[in-house]
């Protein structure tokens, strides 16, 4: 669906090389996240997605147009939800997705431009204009005017920078609705359990390059025997009751509390021996290795 060959870019402005060598192929229906630190390059890469940045060298394939031969059909298949928030002030937000649809040829969706409205609940500011909009409005108006012609692929560069948390969780019903339908989403964001809790590929980019790229899952399995438990206990424990989990190096924290760090595998094997010891515990806490901590050790090496 998208396919980027050794793509670089170096602006002139500073001679920065922003990217290096940059190789990804997405195929369709995939929901990928793009993590990276602040100037890592996940911008730039999305302009030249949209054809707002000229790559300096490699090749770009959209939908299996040669972006560089065929920028209106790529502009077609994808839709970009930029950074940063422009909007121009003359038109009602009902009005300027009905010029955004124009662009694309696109006449009479007066029905589809209602149902987005309502699903990012903008619904009731139709008729104002995006000055009357809040800061978190008018990121979801980007996204309204990136679905207008109902892209394929659709990028979005920090979508839910500034949206408050009830908002972000009906964002993340709908993109997850959208990706149900077969939209292939990329997404980046600097709120990495978003990236956890809803892309199934993740690719870290840093300084330029791709140090990451692999299906979520396997990324959080090699991390996998970072898996803490802790049991609580309403009396004073000592070594000579855990002996049992030796394997496991147990510690005992201020005589009540047992820490357990094991591979997520041997999870239920060692419940089952505290269990068959009688240890009598009054709570329990599984603490999994999150995303968050697998990012920052890889931006960290
Ligand atoms: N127009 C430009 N001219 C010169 N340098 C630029 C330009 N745009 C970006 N850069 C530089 O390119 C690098 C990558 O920037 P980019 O905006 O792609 O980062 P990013 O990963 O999107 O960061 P953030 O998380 O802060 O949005 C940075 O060093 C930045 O200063
Ligand atoms: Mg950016």
């Known amino acids: 669906m998208l396919k980027i060959d050794n793509v670089s870019k170096t602006y002139k402005k500073g001679n920065k090389e922003a990217l290096k060598n940059i190789n990804l192929d997405i195929g369709k229906g995939e929901f990928t996240a793009l993590l990276g ?50 909007h121009d002030y003359v038109f009602t937000i009902e009005e300027m997705l009905k010029k955004q649809s124009g662009y694309f040829g696109i006449k009479n969706n007066k029905n589809y431009i209602d149902d987005l409205l309502e699903e990012l609940s903008l619904k009731d500011k139709r008729k104002v204009t995006a000055r009357e909009l809040s800061g978190g409005m008018k990121r979801r108006l980007l996204i309204a005017k990136a679905l207008v ?43 990495i359990e978003e990236a956890e809790k809803l892309c199934k590929r993740i690719i870290v980019i840093d300084d330029g390059k791709i140090i990451e790229d692999q299906p979520k899952e396997k990324l959080m399995g090699l991390f996998s025997e970072n898996t803490r438990i802790k049991f609580e206990f309403d009396y004073d424990i000592n070594s000579s009751d855990i002996e049992f989990l030796e394997e496991y190096s147990p510690i005992i924290k201020e005589n009540r509390e047992l820490q357990i760090k094991v591979n997520k595998s041997d999870l239920s094997k060692v419940l089952r021996l505290v269990s068959e010891r009688g240890l009598k515990f009054v709570d329990i806490n599984v603490d999994k290795p999150k995303l968050e901590d697998i990012y920052l050790k890889l931006i960290r090496h």
């Open 149 to 191: 012609h109902k892209p394929k692929i659709l990028i979005l560069d920090e979508p839910t920078a500034g949206v408050d948390i009830e908002l972000r969780r009906s964002m993340y019903g709908f993109l997850n609705k959208l990706h149900g339908e077969g939209t292939t989403i990329i997404l980046t964001t600097h709120y």
């Open 37 to 86: 630190q602040n100037g890592a390059g996940k911008t730039t890469l999305i302009n030249i997605l949209a054809g707002n940045v000229q790559k300096t060298k490699g090749i770009v394939t959209i939908g299996g147009y040669d972006l560089d031969n065929n920028s209106l059909e790529t502009k077609r298949i994808i839709g970009i939800v930029p950074q940063e928030v422009g």
